[in-house]
């Protein structure tokens, strides 16, 4: 089958009213990825080499998310909603290049998996014309029948069109579909609109076909795969479906995951074996891990490289740029941006890091900050190997602090500091005896004569 021409015809026109958006329905993510890219991706991984989005509501916004996600798919505009078969015909400059199978999917099922495709797929490659994926849900109720004769699937039945008998049948349409590309555009061309909405219907191509000789079957996909996005509580029972997966993928490839419904992964996150992730953290877009770490509770990760054995959290936030090198540390509380925090080094209690280096081995005192921003641009801060920053330190940039220096706790620095040297950068402290009582007395008297 690998051999065989594929494309997919995503249909991702409709309007989502249901959603109650602005954003084009198919755009609302799932794990940080627009739920047509999800589509997308599932049908690259079984096999597709060519995609076609059938677009309507917001093409303009859709046509942009997706050099994004999908580079170089063609587009294709549904001018006019009048049913599936027409939707799918929208894209039939694509479908004449003369495929091998042509896949038809829907924007708005993300959760599809791969293998459901493939078989379908391999179907085609056995010599069916027409493959529908058909589904179990635990409530049939509302769904298209799929109505099979001796091994071949003979019509989709409407359930209001179904007789009692046929709304006892429990395998139901899914919405997804193969069909072999030499009969696709001719059986789609039947398609006609004698029903009550004057639509055209893609299911209408399992009678059309089985009226032709042709062979037409069903495969069953998991009631999962099918589930389709219509309004936003649809849209978080999918996202919990889809963080389920992938907790357990990721357990299942070494990472162990102290309350695994409590962990929220994105679509993109790379975790190594090995790594332990305590409860309600949340790994953002563009976050990889190496073996061996450990993310402490309540952190909050975005856009960050994390090295093998580094130790983040608790209560840490690691924003876009941040790149942990193997054994570091960002502690309670502590913010790390666009920085570099080198092998051994440590950020260990309510830091801000921004825009900076700390060198292999540095260790950054509690309270200390990178002043890195001036209203208008952004400067860099360089702490050196083995530098060690006292407590509750402002380090204005742009400065350079030098290896081995040792930064005086409480110290406001503007000016570099070389190699192995000491830092002060706080007035002088000042001890006058008594002077403490004689103030509280002031203060007394003059809280008293306040309440007179």
């Known amino acids: 089958m690998s051999q065989r021409s594929c494309l997919s015809v995503i249909l991702a026109a409709g309007e989502g009213t249901r959603m109650k958006s602005a954003l084009p329905k198919v755009l609302h993510p799932i794990a940080g990825l627009p739920m047509v890219a ?38 294709f505009v ?26 038809v999917m829907f924007g708005d099922t993300p959760l599809i998996e791969p293998e459901a495709l493939a078989v379908a797929r391999q179907k085609l490659a056995e010599g069916a014309a027409v493959v529908v994926v058909g589904f179990r849900p635990p409530n049939p109720t509302g769904y298209g029948r799929l109505i099979e004769k ?65 062979d037409v079957v069903a495969t069953e996909a998991s009631f999962e795969s099918a589930l389709g996005i219509n309004n936003r509580a649809e849209l978080a029972e999918a ?19 102290i309350a695994p419904e409590t ?22 877009l563009g976050v990889k891990i190496s073996t061996g770490a450990t993310i402490h509770a309540f952190s909050h990760m975005t856009g960050a490289t994390i090295a093998e054995n580094c130790e983040v959290g ?29 092998e051994g080094a440590k950020v260990n209690h309510l830091t801000y890091i921004g825009d900076a280096r700390v060198g292999a081995a540095a260790n950054i005192g509690a309270g200390t ?4 921003y001036d209203g208008y641009s952004k400067f860099f801060t360089d702490i050196g190997e083995g530098a060690f920053v006292g407590s509750n330190s402002s380090l204005v940039a742009p400065i350079t602090i030098g290896k081995g220096s040792y930064i005086a706790s409480g110290s406001v620095l503007t000016e570099s500091v070389p190699d192995d040297a000491l830092a002060f ?7 006058i005896p008594g002077k403490g009582k004689e103030i509280r007395e002031r203060f007394a008297s003059a809280a008293a004569a306040r309440k007179k």
């Open 78 to 103: 549904q001018e006019k909603r009048l049913g599936t078969a027409h939707a799918v015909l929208a894209a039939r400059g694509a479908i004449s290049k003369g495929y091998d199978d042509i896949l």
């Open 369 to 372: 900050i990178t002043c890195n």
């Open 150 to 214: 001796g091994g071949r699937l003979v019509a989709i039945r409407e359930e209001k069109d179904c007789s009692d008998e046929e709304k006892k049948i429990g395998f139901c349409n899914a919405g997804m579909m193969a069909v072999a590309g030499r009969s696709a555009l001719e059986l789609l061309d039947k398609v006609g609109n004698a029903n009550a909405k004057s639509e055209f219907y893609l299911t209408d191509i399992v009678e059309i076909a089985g009226a032709k000789g042709l």
């Open 314 to 342: 608790p209560f840490a936030r690691l924003r876009p740029g941040t790149d942990l090198r193997k054994k570091a540390k960002v502690g309670n509380f502590c913010e790390v941006k666009q920085a570099t925090v080198e």
């Open 38 to 75: 999800h589509v997308v991706k599932a049908a690259e991984a079984a096999g597709s080499g060519d995609l076609a989005l059938v677009i309507g509501h917001g093409a303009d916004e859709m046509r942009k998310a997706a050099q994004k996600f999908a580079p170089n798919a063609e587009t």
């Open 263 to 284: 962990v929220y992964f994105s679509h993109d996150t790379e975790i190594g074996a090995d790594t332990v992730v305590e409860p309600n953290v949340w790994f953002g």
């Open 425 to 431: 950068g706080r007035a002088r402290q000042k001890t």
């Open 239 to 257: 996202e919990g479906i889809w963080q389920a997966r992938r907790r357990r993928e990721a357990m299942l490839s070494g990472v162990t995951l």
